[in-house]
């Protein structure tokens, strides 16, 4: 079992930033991988970046590319989501989950879940 905790979602004007984080708890992650979602009211849940635990590629989704960092720190179990200039249509409740290669940008493909964090990005 891996309980995952979101946090540092709140309230932003267009082309500011924000850095959400993901504390993970539970078994060893080094197998898996970390995802970040998102899900506007109305709309489906869509996949946001990953990145493997002990390493490997980066993946983003082409409407974050160059303004969202995925990063973790091993020592703190913690993934982070830099997120700069930042748009109002960023506005979404963001999720991170653990998961397993290979369809890592499917939502699917992911075991655990976090509550999930407000992002609000006014124009």
């Known amino acids: 079992q891996v309980h995952l905790v979101e946090s540092g979602g709140g309230l932003v004007q267009a082309g500011g930033s924000l850095r959400l984080s993901c504390a993970a708890s539970?078994?060893?992650?080094?197998?898996?991988?970390m995802g970040w979602f998102r899900q506007a009211p109305g709309k489906e849940r869509e996949f946001v970046s990953a990145?493997?635990?002990?390493?490997?590629?980066?993946y983003y989704a082409d409407s974050v590319k160059g303004r969202f960092t995925i990063s973790r720190d091993n020592a703190k179990n913690t993934v982070y989501l830099q997120m700069n200039s930042l748009k109002p249509e960023d506005t979404s409740v963001y999720y991170c989950?653990?998961?397993?290669?290979?369809?890592?940008?499917?939502?699917?493909?992911?075991?655990?879940w976090g509550q999930g964090t407000q992002v609000t990005v006014s124009s």
């Open positions: 989950a653990v998961g397993r290669p290979p369809f890592i940008t499917k939502s699917a493909a992911y075991d655990y």
């Open positions: 990145k493997g635990w002990s390493g490997g590629s980066t």
């Open positions: 539970g078994r060893t992650l080094s197998s898996y991988v």
